[in-house]
């Protein structure tokens, strides 16, 4: 498949995502884990796509990456790459492009690397099927991946099986393993929950150094908004199975106006906040996807909904600069947004001075 | 880092519990070898105090967790809990010791029966324990689930399956409870759940400490969280302990370069501080067969041949402030040690 | 009874077929002896001799050489298969199951113990030794006056309870294993209960879908067990219509009288199938439940 390489944009769009809604059958009812997306990708750039369990992210990665079971599953919408239409593409067409052009990092290093193969044959296999290469220079090549995502003693690695190995080390090979081909676009889901807090900083800084040094473009699906904060350039935050606002990082963290985004954001216990601090709190829980609330998906839990939240359902709206969308009827700094402030501290007082 | 030292412990008889030398081993199949899990940790907790133990997979803080309550019994050292030994009581005394401390897990589904009814499983300790008539029990049980904000009677007619993993986690919290302990050891309670969730049941653990007059033990891997409930917090590495302070002034000025580098390790929120990159190379060795001298030396970045074969001992080095560490980042040189 | 109805709707045609059979066969069983339509089995019919009816309305089955119903046969057959089935795998399950209990839990000693013993258990070829028990419970039947009641019904469910003991017992302890991980077992211990209570309150009600499973999946294979046996004689003496014994009697005639040993063969058939579509809808059922924890 040498032409596709050599149809390769080197900057511009690589995928464009339009309304894409992926739904899936099941006893209890249809649920629509994906109801609805716009994504943009660049050549080189990251994106971060935030949100909790239920949101519908890991479903959206997925889904543009056609990788979900036919059976039971409806997909629609638009999912181009590099101008080529792929939603209606079956498993078969798209084996051309899995591992070629994209490739996917998954969460648990301990289940997505096959058990009684070696580490050496895992990475060669893409290597042989898509590029052709002979056992031998795949066998080398392997061998220069692993030295890529710095495992040491590469050379004795190739021979060893993944029991082996510990959880860092597994996922620099599930890493070396989708970078194999020299695929343009990287999926990395929740690719470091997994992981020791310091083996997660090595696996970041791995995955970042590759990306800059093949002009990858990378989708990076995590619920941790402190990932996202360092390693993206654009950041998507999904709630109920749709996009609730999407921003470029630094745009996001200081003008967010979202009141989920930012209920999340005070949700996490922070370092410089001092112990015993009280977290804000994001009460009830994510909503059904099989009968979603009528309006806005997060009315029910958000403390600043008002009667048109629960009815009428907002759509994404530009923000300051047209880069920045978010879908609420009273954002972050908006008059109704700050009086619903106003009274909330006031019965918090009250409630604090009562106890 | 040496376990052997207590410089951190507070007076004998001010706190609730005491733990000395704890050291808990297991054997490695028939190979003859051993997981050195904690070797030689000592700690105390005062009453009404959260102790926070942190620290990366594999470095022995579950297991200490377990160890105090004697799931399985450690390999040596003492427990000392409101004055009684624990380690060397018989099983019946020792099944009566743990009404008083008990333990919330990790994975909030699979630490409840699935088979049964949610109330009959906060019940449970009751009906063990035969305390109180079957009304009493239930009014028990209904005032806890109330507490801790599940519906008494949707908990009755429902099996865990059927509640999300912030519930299950408040109604393991709820079944803890209702013998009215002493002591909570909490094992990663919120590592499984989303971080809204997670929110959510630190805020209850800190009310539910305040209403039941509790101390806790808060074992986790995520620093800041840990740094958010504990007064008081414990660095652990491969067996033994680096650091001890007060949540505050461990974060404010870390002395163990093992501390900062799980500080400078955490992501944070904030894209004008951004990714810094990772702070250390390499994994934690295999606790079957760990380093001489420190066990953080081959991957700490100030090691110095000192660090290679001496064990350091912890010691003071501000108010309320220990390490285990040679050349911590301040604090000064440890002194030249007398055999230990 | 809407909410029954609608859970019927619900289920797989084959598991709906399957049910219905084993109810209708549990009735027929039972009843067999008040239902009008049913004569007796060993009652030969005049003029019915020598194969004289096929299948038709009045014999439903047809008739045998001496006259008998061949429906009656497999009915009163069904009665004595199913009973001699059930209860070897119940005595098995009681058996095999405490000892696969007590090894997976308690561990140690006992593990070893209870290992070695389903070790040699298995290494037994079955059908020999059935036939070996089977052969000598005779003799001992036939010379002692103590032994009188030992009956081939009794030697035949002795012996397939023996030969169920240690499959059950591993199964049983691989499943208490397994949960013994789990950690609302340790939860339980850490909230004082003794050993006893743990076993019964948070093991065993883990342990009932795995061994419905195999209770039904066992009768499947012991009806096949009890007809092979009988099929070579060593089941329960005639007249008694066990259906092993059925299929063996009118083989040599399936030329001319071809009902006398094809119905038996399809009530065996139909009826092990049934079994086993049950027991493997049990099994995913409970699997799945456990998957969505």
Redesign the interface.
């Known amino acids: 498949m040498t032409t596709q390489a050599e149809n390769r944009v080197e900057t511009g769009t690589l995928i464009e995502v339009r309304a894409l809604k992926t739904h899936f059958q099941t006893p209890r009812g249809v649920v629509r884990a994906v109801d609805g997306v716009d994504l943009t990708i660049e050549r080189g750039k990251s994106l971060g796509i935030v949100g ?2 239920g949101s519908g992210k890991t479903i959206l990665s997925r889904s543009i990456m056609g990788l979900l079971p036919r059976y039971g599953t409806i997909r629609e919408g638009s999912v181009s790459f590099q101008g080529q239409e792929l939603i209606d593409r079956s498993p078969k067409e798209m084996r051309g492009i899995w591992g070629r052009e994209m490739a996917m990092i998954f969460q648990d290093p301990m289940t997505s690397l096959n058990p009684l193969m070696k580490i050496g044959k895992q990475i060669s296999e893409p290597l042989m099927a898509h590029l052709g290469m002979d056992r031998s220079s795949a066998w080398e090549t392997a061998e220069k991946l692993l030295r890529d995502v710095r495992i040491p003693e590469a050379g004795r690695r190739l021979s060893q099986y993944p029991h082996e190995m ?4 597994r996922q620099r090979v599930m890493i070396a393993i989708a970078l194999a081909c020299g695929p343009t676009m990287l999926f990395a889901d929740e690719p470091t929950t997994a992981l ?7 696996i ?2 791995l995955i ?1 150094e590759q990306r800059r040094e093949r002009n990858m473009s990378l989708i990076l699906v995590t ?5 996202v ?3 993206t350039d654009e950041i998507a935050v999904m709630y109920g199975g749709k996009i609730v606002e999407k921003a470029p ?2 745009t996001l ?1 200081a003008h967010m106006k979202m009141p989920y985004t930012e ?3 005070q ?17 009830g ?2 909503p059904d996807l099989v009968n979603p609330p009528a309006g806005c998906r997060f009315a029910p839990r958000c403390a600043y909904a008002r009667e048109r939240c629960q009815v009428e359902e907002p759509q994404l709206v530009a923000a300051e600069s047209p880069q920045h969308v978010y879908a609420c009827f009273y954002p972050v700094g908006s008059p109704e947004y700050l009086e619903r402030k106003v009274e909330l501290s006031r019965r918090t007082d009250t409630n604090q001075g009562g106890r | 880092m040496a376990g052997t030292g207590k410089a951190h412990l507070r007076p004998q008889g001010e706190a609730i519990l005491r733990v000395e030398d704890l050291v808990v081993e297991f054997p490695v199949g028939r190979t003859g070898l051993k997981v050195n899990a904690v070797s030689g940790i000592s700690f105390d907790v005062l009453r009404g105090e959260t102790l926070g133990i942190v620290g ?2 594999g470095c022995g803080k579950s297991t200490t967790g377990r160890a105090i309550m004697q799931l399985p019994r450690p390999t040596s050292g003492s427990i000392v809990f409101e004055g009684t030994e624990l380690t060397t009581l018989s099983g019946d005394a020792m099944r009566e010791a743990r009404t008083k401390i008990q333990m919330i897990f990790q994975d909030p589904i699979s630490s409840l029966n699935p088979r049964r009814k949610v109330r009959e499983i906060v019940l449970e300790p009751l009906a063990i324990w035969k305390r109180g008539t079957d009304a009493e029990q239930g009014a028990v049980v209904d005032r806890v689930l109330e507490d801790v904000g599940i519906d008494p009677q949707r908990a009755a007619e429902s099996q865990p399956h059927q509640f ?1 993993g ?1 519930q299950c986690q408040r109604i393991s919290i709820a079944r803890s409870l209702v013998l009215d302990p002493e002591m909570i050891i909490c094992d990663e309670p919120v590592s499984a759940l ?3 969730v ?3 049941v ?2 209850l653990l ?1 009310d539910l400490k305040r209403q039941y007059g509790l101390t806790m033990i808060f074992i986790a ?5 840990v ?5 008081r917090v414990a660095v652990m590495y491969l067996g033994k302990f680096c650091e001890v302070a ?3 002034a461990l ?1 404010a000025r870390p002395a163990h370069p093992y501390t900062n ?21 390499g ?1 934690p060795p295999s606790p079957v067969n760990p380093p001489a001298g420190c066990r953080f030396n081959p991957r700490c970045p100030n090691a110095q041949d000192r660090c290679r074969t001496e064990e350091p001992a912890i010691r003071e080095i501000g108010p309320g402030h220990f390490v285990a560490c040679h050349f911590p980042l301040h604090g000064g040189e440890a002194p030249v040690s007398v055999r230990v | 009874m809407m909410t029954f109805l609608k859970k019927i709707r619900r289920l797989h045609p084959t598991t709906l077929f399957a049910s219905l059979w084993l109810g209708a066969l549990t009735f027929l069983a039972i009843f067999a002896p008040v239902l009008p339509f049913v004569r007796g089995y060993g009652e030969r019919v005049k003029g019915a001799g020598r194969f004289k009816f096929g299948p038709g309305a009045d014999f439903l089955f047809g008739s045998d050489a001496l006259g008998r119903d061949m429906f009656a046969r497999c009915v009163y057959g069904a009665q004595i298969s199913l009973r001699v089935a059930a209860s070897s795998i119940i005595v098995g399950l009681l058996i095999g199951g405490s000892l696969g209990l007590a090894a997976g839990y308690l561990r140690g000693w006992i593990d070893r113990v209870v290992s070695i013993l389903v070790d040699i258990l298995l290494a037994f070829p079955a059908l020999i030794i059935s036939i070996l028990i089977v052969g000598r419970f005779d003799v001992l039947q036939a010379n002692n006056e103590a032994f009188g009641w030992l009956t081939r019904t009794w030697s035949i469910t002795f012996v397939l309870s023996l030969l169920s003991i240690a499959p059950i017992a591993r199964i049983v302890r691989a499943q208490t294993l397994s949960l013994s991980q789990r950690e609302f077992v340790l939860a339980a211990r850490s909230l004082g209960a003794k050993n006893g209570r743990v076993i019964f309150r948070e093991i065993l009600p883990n342990l009932i879908p795995a061994m419905t499973s195999v209770v039904f999946t066992g009768i499947a294979i012991l009806l096949v067990s009890e007809g092979g046996l009988a099929f070579l004689g060593y089941s329960i003496k005639p007249p008694s219509p066990s259906w092993g014994l059925l299929v063996s009697e009118n083989r040599e005639r399936l030329q001319e009288a071809w009902w006398a040993t094809i119905f038996p063969c399809i009530m065996l058939f139909v009826t092990v199938l049934a079994f086993n579509i049950i027991g493997d809808r049990v099994a995913r059922r409970f699997d799945i439940r456990e998957a969505a924890l």
Do not use: C, W
Request: proline share 7%; no cysteine.
């Open positions: 909790e369990s510990s959880g860092g080390m020791d807090v310091t083996v997660q900083a090595q970041l800084q970042n619920h941790d908004l402190g990932v904060a360092g390693n990082t630094r963290f209920a999340l954001l949700s996490i216990p922070k370092m410089d906040q001092p112990s015993h601090s009280r977290l804000a709190v994001i009460p829980r994510p | 990366e997979s999300s912030g989303d971080v809204s997670q929110a959510q630190l805020n800190e891997h995520d620093l800041a969280v740094k958010n409930i504990s007064d007060s949540s505050d974060y580098v799980l500080l400078s390790s955490i992501p944070v929120p904030d894209p004008e501080v951004g990714f810094r990159g990772a702070a250390v190379e994994e």
